[in-house]
């Protein structure tokens, strides 16, 4: 058995209490062995002076996006889709999208994010891109079928069930896949009716944009005289292991019913606030027992993927949305961040217990903006930023130390993503 033994250091417990304890990994099961007066490990990590929390996890992104951050801004949603991004989207080399998923993956880590939840193109590609910079990600094909034929329709289709199927336990187990259909306005209802049964059959799980902004509620309620989740919910769309992205404009009726049905939803507060699509009722969420994980979406709509920034903005924002100072407190969105998320992709991880994942991101406590330590959970949801975490481990691997990464050349992928981004950029316009 290779082991790390994480000493000196201050944890944060799944209570959300934080004790002084070492902890003690096995790197072949990747597994936590001991937490507590543990055994010396083969390799040894000093944690004095800093707070050992589970791996952040980014439960919904589109990492590849990265390579649009500041592209295109300032623009609503669907004029920002189909202006913007889905032109660029359509001059999208397999090169782009694994240079923008190293360098989504560079930033992920090294702000303590270890899990993430994925939806894009080129899915073989990214997920290969992914366990090689040492992540684990539940992960799927992008299905958009409004402006095609049926052939091409299909096709997409067929590439999400196929992907799914043939990369789901990948890397040893740090690949998960689900099917994953844009939203419920994007993707024709007579395919997805078509289609999911065969996902059920094949015990996959899905997740989607659903009730995102007004424009994805009304045409729904306008044809089918229903809640988008309740129409989702007649299509066979809301069962147990599935998750939703946003949720922003969902009413009690449709709370309830992904309570019922044991659906997740991943709240993407910056990216709802930036393209002015509302404020998700998180706190009516977690009353009626939803699980809610974290996401920062794409970094074209956010424009970072620093989980830290996105549990202040849950917290801030479900605070006006509540109009109550209490609401999404601290402890709440940490544990979004973590067990949360973690619950909503399906990996035994986000706590820090023996039998749990070894992954975890280890915060530099010895800065003046978190001095005076009178509370380190409120830290860890108001004032941690990525740029504190000194060191992130998945599966008691180290992947950063001292906050260079280990399984990439940081400097060699910002630069190659720069001189991407640029070809992109003038391809795409000069196709328009």
Known sequence: MSTLQITNGRILRPDMTVESADILADRETGRIVEVGDTATGDETLDASGQLVIPGLVNAHCHVAMTLLRGYADDKALDAWLR??????EAALTTDDIVVGTRLGAVELLK?????LGEMYFEVSEIAETLANAG?????GHGIITVGKDEADARSDFETGLEVAKELDGAANGR?????????LTTVAGALLEEYVPQARDAEIPLHYHANETRDEVDPI?????????EYADELGMLGSGDFIAHGVHTDRTEIELLAERGVGVAHCPASNMKLASGIAPIQSMLDAGVSVGIGTDGAASNNDLDAFDEMRDAAMVGKLESDDAAAVAAPDVVRAATRGGAELLGFDAGRIEEGALADFAVIDLEKPHLTPAHDLVSHLAYAVRGSDVKHTIVGGEIIVEDGEIRTLDGDAVRREAQKQADALIARAETNR
Do not use: F, Q, Y
């Not at 702000?111 to 899990?115: A, D, I, M, R």
């Not at 309620?221 to 989740?229: A, I, Q, T």
């Open 175 to 183: 690949i998960k896949t689900a099917l994953m259909p844009h939203s």
């Open 135 to 139: 992540m684990r990600t539940r992960i």
């Open 221 to 229: 309620v306008d044809e089918h005289g229903m809640r988008p989740l």
């Open 83 to 88: 202006e913007d991004i889905w032109p660029t």
């Open 111 to 115: 702000n303590g994010v270890t899990t």
